[in-house]
């Protein structure tokens, strides 16, 4: 379902929700913590998972985290979740690379020590034997 669908409360709801002023929530959205949609005639909605972040915020400052701050945290939880999203699919398509390569699932093989050597000094792996 897209954002807009799931904003349904406008700015002095989600400000009363929230704990806090509209203008605080104009701030927020100023310094880039919060982006909530905006209808075709510019009337700010806001959705639950907007709300939820506003509660993050709220909880960041009350324990002294200054908006600048805020916000690197609120960018790294971002980058986080894609990060982690972009290596359970490589987990996935490795496990299916392994399957087509053996006919087994992966997590069936003996495991072999390989010890990489040469110029560039990376330390002992662990491979799956692909023939054993």
Sequence with gaps: MSKRHDAVYIISVAAELAG???QTLRIYERKGLIEPYRTPGGTRRYSDEDLERLGLIQELTADGVNLEGVKR???????NSRLRGQVDRLRR???EAETRVTGQ????????RVTVTGKRHLPDIRRRNPFG
Excluded at 73 to 79: G, T, V
Excluded at 105 to 112: A, E, L, M, S
């Design 20 to 22: 806090v002023h509209p």
């Design 73 to 79: 945290i609120l960018d790294l939880q971002a980058e």
């Design 93 to 95: 398509l490795l496990g």
């Design 105 to 112: 699932p992966p997590g069936g093989q003996t495991v072999t």
